[in-house]
């Protein structure tokens, strides 16, 4: 995909992190992660296009590498392991205060087609099956992870990280022959010969200073490594629907991922998910992730009123868990 890096350069001049949709040039915002910001810039070029704001990098040695991963990644899911993907392309620069900004960049999908959005359109049974296709996809992956001695990936399989190929809003369908993509490919996890390819310091540059250290002690390795784990993903997955506010969805998903791995998935070996479990990894995550949240509004208080230096990241507002 080709991407208007000019475009983008300009959106940045003009773009007020605190209030990013009054941009000098249009935008709306499509979502937050947790260190980055996804926009529509309302404009001809890319108009359509869903473009992840990423202002983690210190070198151009250092976006360089990540664009190489970012597009290793997609293609290992798209083209070895057989995870659909949206069209993508990836453009960076430096802006005019010195600071590189990349932006992932994809084609805009209907909003209703994400799952976050979706379970609140489906029914309950539907809601299974897009769960159980969501484990087979995955289980692409863990296979692959399984088989190539020297190469893994590791993966983000939330229920809001995958969009319903022809999803009709009007009548909201889904079957075991519906189609996924895979819409998170912005941390390109990847290991070869088991060593991480994907620099974990550029998840603690949108930290307060004050607390790199604590959070690369306390919570760095587990956060890295549950993405390669079958099982800790199932119970991420699982535990996002307390967030998603559909909890009483929580025991039958869980019986649909016991089945799974109890049948098709036999050989990779996962032993029963409880809902115990699944409780206890969400009050963890959370608390991690309430907490730190807390903290970089805390941060941006102390470069805005305090240090009088600009916070160059994006924060949503309240989120509800």
Known sequence: MQIDAELLKEFERGLDPEHPEGSKIPAKVLGYGEISTIFEILADSTRNLACK??????????????????????????KEIGISVPPYGFAWFVSDKGNIIAFDVQMKLPAESIGNRTIHLLNTEDIRTLFLLILRELKKLWDFNRANLGRAL??????????????????????????????????????????????PELFLRSAPS???????????????????????VTIDIIANFYKEQ?????PGLIEVANDFFAGEAKPLEVKPVTEKEVKSYYSED?????LFLALRRFDRWLHKHILHKPYIYILPGKIKR
Request: proline share 3%.
């Open 246 to 250: 559909r909890l009483e969805l929580v």
């Open 53 to 78: 704001r990423m202002p983690i990098f210190k070198t151009k040695e250092e976006v360089a590498r990540y664009e190489q991963l970012y597009n290793d990644y997609n293609t290992v899911l798209e």
């Open 286 to 290: 959370a608390f991690i992730w309430t």
């Open 154 to 199: 590791g993966i983000d399989g939330q229920i809001s990280n995958w969009s319903i190929t022809g999803l009709d809003a009007a009548n909201p369908r889904i079957s075991t022959d519906s189609k996924l993509l895979y819409i998170d490919t912005s941390t390109p996890l990847m290991k070869k010969d088991g060593i991480e390819q994907l620099n």
């Open 210 to 232: 004050f607390l790199v250290w604590i959070i690369r002690w306390l919570f760095l390795e587990g956060v890295m490594t549950r993405y390669y784990d079958a099982r800790l």
